[in-house]
């Protein structure tokens, strides 16, 4: 269990924290929200899925995040209703994730944090999406990627497969993870966000993603 070095009241859970008995403090009302994140990541995010349209795991990145000890998790209990006021509380986790993970170091690129909502319902889930969709362009400034995850699914598709909806969970979930080169894709739409990823990875862009990001580049002038 890491607790934020400014507040008492942020803290992070690691995930052998959750094996202990009695668990930490905060963890034993939510132990099984926590559980079912952790078997989910192992079970999903870290397997091929025959759907995805791409050989290797769900994503790449969660079995070194695991193996490292780099996944966390937080929570925020109650419902999520307010999109404005859940902006506000996740804020402070990006500053913290921040200092965890700086850019350019190793480790970084594999540590993710997780944020849950055990307590929202199914009719809360817009709101997620709506706060996911109002920080992303902040957080691609500076280089992180902020994610979605709920069972509703959230309605983006599968970059190899349109059909499939990646992003489904069985507790929602904002993640916080630091950009990588790979997610060009997930950022081409917008012109804000294809300019930040060019500042990030202009000279490191992967040999399959070359032509369309010179095309993206192109067009902004």
Same mark, same amino acid.
Not at 10 to 22: A, I, K, Q, R, T
């Given at each position: ?9 942020? /803290? ?8 202990? /008995? ?20 192992? $079970? ?36 999520? $209703?307010?999109?404005?006021? /859940? ?41 997620? $999406? ?58 081409? $739409? ?14 490191? /862009? ?16």
């Amino acid at each position: 269990m890491i607790r934020h070095p400014d507040r008492d009241d942020l /803290v992070l859970f690691e995930m052998g924290d959750l094996d202990l /008995v009695p668990p930490p403090p905060g963890v034993a009302e939510h132990l099984t929200a926590l559980r079912t994140v952790r078997e989910w990541m192992g $079970d999903y995010l870290c397997r091929p899925l025959p759907e995805l349209g791409r050989r290797g795991a769900v994503c790449p990145y969660t079995s070194t995040s695991l193996d490292k000890g780099r996944a966390f998790l937080a929570v925020q209990p109650g419902r999520p $209703d307010d999109a404005a006021e /859940v902006a506000r509380s996740v804020g402070p986790y990006r500053e913290w994730f921040m200092r965890l993970a700086p850019a350019g170091e190793t480790l970084s690129t594999y540590t993710t944090l997780m944020i849950l909502f055990p307590d929202a319902r199914r009719e809360d889930l817009p709101v997620i $999406d709506a706060v996911q969709a109002a920080l992303k362009a902040a957080y691609v400034a500076e280089g992180l990627m902020i994610g979605e995850f709920h069972e509703g699914p959230p309605d983006k598709p599968g970059l190899w497969n349109p059909d499939l909806r990646p992003l489904s969970s069985p507790v929602p979930m904002l993640v916080i993870r630091r950009m990588v080169a790979t997610d060009f894709p997930f950022l081409r $739409d917008d012109d804000d966000q294809v300019r930040a990823y060019l500042s990030w990875f202009g000279d490191e /862009v992967p040999a399959h993603l070359r032509a369309s990001v010179r095309a993206a580049a192109e067009s902004l002038g």
